[in-house]
């Protein structure tokens, strides 16, 4: 079983008595392990940490693994599939993403492999399972970013492991860009899992190399990184390349000091109170608000919170770059209305 990097320190003593010098001992990646069934394997990490490039890497296992003998066949095998057999799963939007690859190609920053007939793109947990009832000799899948799709695939996978044998592989993202639990089909898969692999990336900020654990979503306005407010909305289809645009994100991998996060104090202390207020027939102030972050920035609660929170700080800039970006007001409505459903729909066309 693959394992992240640990470092176990051998006792003095006994590295002494061997005439060694006291090190420390690196344990490294090891082949994967096909021989145990019914695992739901779950691999972590941020943006960047290379959780589709491990995929690939057990691909090329299984490769080797399938030129063994019928002993290892026995190993390997029950019910009928073969874990050695290995079927890639991604959703129908990543074809966009990967244009410039083959249809067949299993594509990872700075490479691809090609899967041939083993690889299927699927909308939902239904389109699954009907990879599974094409493919019923295939005994690993691996499914990528599976927490895009619907809380159901948590117990088609589970299922099928637990009464086939199947071993199901998941390099997806777990936390979103706010640091929470990315949906309810994460948390269901951290529910499900019988092994976590967590990958680590370096922070992409240019002055660090600390590992970094999360995806960070910024802007680009002139030039200028800004960072995403805290209730910016949740979903946002983002990609690899790069967009010096206001209103289309960027993401990138970043530790916990350049994980820049504005606004989720102002969120929670003013904007959900003023949403609360607004559901109970007080709507003035929350109509105010969005008034003065679409026409006047600078007499807003928002730009009041961020220049006292970050304004007497070395990177005040950073955080204060994070108003920059346009559609406050309409961001913060549907943050309102879609996330905590405060508003009503006739009270957000008023709004608006």
Not at 193 to 213: G, N, Q, R, S, W
Not at 271 to 299: N, Q, T, V, W
Not at 322 to 336: D, F, N, S
């Amino acid at each position: 079983m693959p394992r992240i990097e640990e470092r176990d320190k051998l006792p003095d003593d006994f590295l002494k008595s061997l005439g060694f010098p006291s090190i420390t001992v690196h344990q490294t990646f090891t082949h994967f392990d096909f021989t145990l069934p019914g695992r739901r394997v779950l691999v972590i990490g941020p943006m960047g940490s290379g959780k589709t490039e491990f995929s690939a890497r057990v691909w090329r296992d299984a490769a080797i693994a399938q030129k063994k003998s019928d002993v290892i066949r026995r190993l390997t095998s029950t019910n009928g599939v073969d874990r050695r057999k290995v079927f890639f799963v991604r959703s129908e939007i990543d074809g966009q993403r990967f244009q410039e690859y083959p249809g067949d190609a299993l594509a990872y920053r700075n490479g691809y492999i090609r899967c041939g007939e083993n690889i299927a793109r699927i909308r939902d947990s239904f389109g699954l399972e009907q990879v599974l009832a094409d493919n019923p000799e295939i005994g690993t899948f691996i499914i990528d970013e599976a927490s895009f799709f619907d809380e159901r695939i948590a117990y088609v996978v589970r299922n099928h492991s637990l009464e086939r044998g199947i071993l199901f592989i998941f390099p997806t993202l777990i936390l979103n860009f706010r640091r929470d639990i990315f949906n309810s089909t994460a948390r269901l898969m951290l529910d499900i899992a019988t092994d976590v692999i967590p990958l680590t990336a370096y922070c992409e900020h240019p002055d660090c190399m600390k590992d970094a654990f999360y995806t960070y979503r910024y802007y680009r306005v002139d030039g200028q990184e800004c960072p995403a407010l805290y209730f910016d909305p949740l979903i946002i289809v983002g990609g690899d390349t790069q967009k010096d645009d206001p209103l289309n994100p960027n993401y990138c991998s970043r530790c916990d000091e350049h994980h820049y996060l504005p606004a989720k104090e102002y969120t929670f202390f003013h904007l959900k109170p003023l949403g609360e207020r607004a559901s109970r027939g007080d709507a003035g102030p929350l109509r105010d608000e969005m008034y003065a972050l679409k026409h006047h920035i600078s007499e807003s609660a928002l730009y009041q919170h961020m220049d006292q929170r970050y304004g007497s700080r070395p990177d005040a800039e950073i955080f204060m770059n994070a108003i920059k970006p346009g559609c406050l007001a309409e961001k913060a409505l549907i943050y309102l209305f879609c996330e905590q459903n405060l508003l009503a729909e006739d009270l957000l066309v008023r709004l608006v």
